[in-house]
């Protein structure tokens, strides 16, 4: 296993690698950029004071007394999609004057007995060696609750892997950052080793008018106020807030519009929201025809025994 320090991050395209690369990437993103409420940054506060006072902490206040092995802090960021748990993740990592790596479950797993194990304490190592900001995006699938009715070698191996991270976490003595959409998911005994726990919530008014106010420059020609703006996107995170700025963006650059006016905006944020209801009943009618196909398995089954008898 490799790693680098990195601008950006690199695609592996190379399908035969059976290792994987770990980037350490330098933050772009800073806390003053982020519209972010007061609790999460008062909770950003406390991280970073405990992080930059741990001497303070451990010596002088005696925390060494039960904090025996790692002295690592962990943290979990869960909330909606695009309420900007990543990049207040990379601006934490800013704060600190550090760099930080990015992975997910899905670059560590290996179909290779134990390596999925073996990934996870080599880039627990290197996050350590090199004093970066380990992030875990999506990690729910990491830290979900432990198969306890193990029917196949996949479950013992997904098991393994989770007892494994337990011990790390209790060694570690960097900082980590786990992202999720289900917290529910979480198992209770990683839930005890994390330290903070922080809900990213859909943006207020205040935070769609700093969210408007950083996406849509003062060069756009446009004829709606931030604080309008503000007041008819309720209901959008900062990432749906993005997106509707480029489909309005490129509306002006086709000539399609000459400025942004409260009618055009308000169009392209019902459309918008009418792709995610879409994409919301899709998955939906997925999840309803896997469970009848299950349904039809079971009665097949009970008459294929019927007809045997």
Same mark, same amino acid.
């Given at each position: 296993?490799?790693?680098?320090?990195?601008?950006?991050?690199?695609?592996?395209?190379?399908?035969?690698?059976?290792?994987?690369?770990?980037?350490?990437?330098?933050?772009?993103?800073?806390?003053?950029?982020?519209?972010?409420?007061?609790?999460?940054?008062?909770?950003?506060?406390?991280?970073?004071?405990?992080?930059?006072?741990?001497?303070?902490?451990?010596?002088?206040?005696?925390?060494?007394?039960?904090?025996?092995?790692?002295?690592?802090?962990?943290?979990?960021?869960?909330?909606?999609?695009?309420?900007?748990?990543?990049?207040?993740?990379?601006?934490?990592?800013?704060?600190?004057?550090?760099?930080?790596?990015?992975?997910?479950?899905?670059?560590?797993?290996?179909?290779? =007995?134990?390596?999925?194990?073996? $990934? #996870?304490? &080599?880039?627990?190592?290197? *996050?350590?060696?090199? !004093?970066? %900001?380990?992030?875990?995006?999506?990690?729910?699938?990491?830290?979900?609750?432990?198969?306890?009715?193990?029917?196949?070698?996949?479950?013992?191996?997904?098991?393994?892997?989770?007892?494994?991270?337990?011990?790390?976490?209790?060694?570690?003595?960097? =900082?980590?950052?786990?992202?999720? $959409? #289900?917290? &529910?998911?979480?198992?209770? *005994?990683?839930?005890? !080793?994390? %330290?903070?726990?922080?809900?990213?919530?859909?943006?207020?008014?205040?935070?769609?008018?700093?969210?408007?106010?950083?996406?849509?420059?003062?060069?756009?020609?446009?004829?709606?106020?931030?604080?309008?703006?503000?007041?008819?996107?309720?209901?959008?995170?900062?990432?749906?807030?993005? $997106?509707?700025?480029?489909?309005?963006?490129?509306?002006?650059?086709?000539?399609?519009?000459?400025?942004?006016?409260?009618?055009?905006?308000?169009?392209?944020?019902?459309?918008?929201?009418?792709?995610?209801?879409?994409?919301?009943?899709?998955?939906?009618?997925?999840?309803?025809?896997?469970?009848?196909?299950?349904?039809?398995?079971?009665?097949?089954?009970?008459?294929?025994?019927?007809?045997?008898?």
């Amino acid at each position: 296993m490799g790693y680098k320090i990195v601008k950006e991050k690199e695609n592996s395209t190379n399908p035969e690698k059976k290792d994987f690369n770990i980037n350490i990437e330098v933050p772009k993103w800073t806390l003053n950029e982020l519209a972010l409420s007061s609790a999460i940054k008062d909770q950003i506060d406390e991280i970073v004071a405990y992080i930059k006072n741990r001497d303070i902490l451990l010596d002088e206040w005696e925390f060494k007394k039960f904090l025996k092995s790692g002295n690592g802090i962990s943290i979990n960021f869960f909330g909606q999609p695009g309420t900007g748990k990543t990049v207040t993740a990379e601006a934490i990592a800013d704060k600190l004057g550090v760099n930080i790596i990015k992975v997910n479950y899905g670059e560590l797993e290996s179909e290779l =007995v134990g390596r999925t194990s073996k $990934n #996870l304490s &080599e880039l627990f190592a290197i *996050a350590e060696n090199s !004093r970066s %900001l380990l992030f875990f995006d999506e990690a729910d699938t990491l830290l979900s609750k432990r198969i306890s009715n193990l029917s196949q070698a996949a479950d013992y191996g997904v098991n393994s892997v989770r007892a494994t991270l337990l011990t790390l976490l209790e060694k570690f003595n960097g =900082v980590i950052i786990f992202a999720t $959409n #289900l917290f &529910e998911n979480y198992d209770e *005994a990683f839930i005890r !080793r994390i %330290l903070f726990n922080i809900e990213f919530t859909l943006p207020d008014t205040t935070m769609r008018i700093q969210l408007w106010e950083f996406h849509l420059s003062p060069k756009i020609p446009k004829e709606i106020s931030y604080d309008k703006a503000a007041e008819i996107s309720e209901g959008l995170a900062g990432g749906d807030i993005k $997106n509707i700025t480029f489909k309005l963006a490129l509306k002006l650059l086709t000539k399609k519009i000459e400025s942004i006016s409260e009618d055009i905006m308000k169009e392209e944020i019902q459309k918008y929201l009418q792709t995610k209801e879409q994409h919301k009943k899709g998955r939906s009618l997925e999840s309803s025809t896997v469970t009848f196909k299950s349904d039809v398995k079971i009665d097949s089954n009970v008459l294929s025994t019927d007809m045997s008898n």
